[in-house]
């Protein structure tokens, strides 16, 4: 099975040019916002814009549900596709999909500055900041049953290369999903930095938690960093403990938040003998 990835910032066009890079790579399979699209038909998942709110919609198109991602691998065993591909804003966020789904590492990576000018990328930007419009690259017909948003609008998609004719080959949907409506969702640092003290010292061997820094970027694609200190308990294994909760944070916080979590680094700075 071949998996080309096509990555882009959110609300670049990727979406809107997905039926054509299939076609132009003999692709008959997308996963999209946590669809599996088959030939312009939705066999499997359900779409991140359909989620009510954006953590929600991050963790459905990443496949965080266990029942969500295994319905997805069950349909992809089951239709064995030739070739998949896979959107998603970070080469980070192509890996994280591919591991749940338990798919190959792509074996291409097409960035939408590859197939978009500037002026197309900022003109898509500017529809999915202003008008909350997102592009599902499904026919609308066929897009009903699954989303719980408004739907706004069916385009065709034609292909065209030059001394040739135009020839449709698809229909997309431009959809306004509900938490579009409700602005921008920003979590603090300060939250974030709670959970992880919360997580941490859920474990008896580490009693406690100091000098918890987050470095946010604000960018999905970049994802964030932790670093804290931990008292451990006297006696106990320090690179084992350390190890399980770096583990813990990372997954705590990925669930909590919907954001990326890039590292989580622990220092053990004391221990403790009671």
């Known amino acids: 099975m071949d998996v080309?990835?096509?990555?882009?910032?959110s609300g670049t066009?990727?979406?809107h040019?997905?039926?054509?890079?299939?076609?132009e790579y003999n692709i008959d399979t997308i996963i999209d916002d946590g669809l599996?699209?088959?030939?312009?038909?939705?066999?499997?998942?359900?779409s991140a814009k359909s989620e009510s709110s954006k953590i929600m919609a991050v963790k459905r198109a990443i496949f965080m549900e266990e029942t969500h991602a295994q319905e997805v691998r069950e349909t992809i065993a089951r239709v064995q596709p030739n070739r998949i591909l896979v959107l998603g804003t970070s080469i980070n966020m192509i890996e994280k999909i591919l591991h749940v789904l338990g798919l190959p590492k792509q074996s291409k990576v097409i960035m939408i500055e590859d197939i978009a000018t500037p002026a197309e990328i900022?003109?898509?930007?500017?529809?999915?900041?202003?008008?909350g419009k997102h592009v599902i690259p499904v026919p609308t017909i066929e897009l009903k049953p699954h989303f719980s948003g408004y739907l706004?609008?069916?385009?065709?998609?034609?292909?065209?290369?030059?001394?040739s004719r135009r020839r449709k080959?698809?229909?997309?949907?431009?959809?306004r999903p509900i938490f579009s409506y409700y602005g921008k969702l920003l979590i603090s640092d300060?939250?974030?930095a709670k959970i992880v003290d919360y997580v941490a010292t859920s474990d008896p061997k580490i009693p406690r938690a100091n000098q918890i820094n987050v470095k946010n970027s604000y960018d999905d694609e970049k994802g964030i960093s932790i670093q804290l200190d931990i008292t451990a308990k006297y006696g106990t294994p320090l690179w084992d403990i350390a190890y399980e909760a770096q583990g813990r944070i990372k997954s705590m916080v990925e669930h909590m938040t919907g954001l990326m979590v890039k590292e989580v680094n622990i220092t053990v700075k004391r221990l403790s003998m009671e």
């Not at 040019?17 to 076609?23: P, Y």
């Not at 900022?122 to 008008?131: F, I």
């Open 190 to 192: 300060a939250a974030i």
């Open 169 to 175: 080959i698809g229909e997309k949907s431009i959809v």
């Open 122 to 131: 900022e003109k898509a930007r500017e529809s999915r900041l202003k008008e």
């Open 152 to 163: 706004v609008d069916p385009l065709e998609i034609f292909f065209k290369k030059p001394k």
């Open 17 to 23: 040019r997905a039926l054509v890079v299939a076609h």
């Open 36 to 46: 599996l699209i088959k030939n312009s038909k939705i066999i499997a998942g359900r």
């Open 13 to 15: 066009g990727k979406s």
């Open 4 to 9: 080309i990835a096509l990555v882009g910032s």
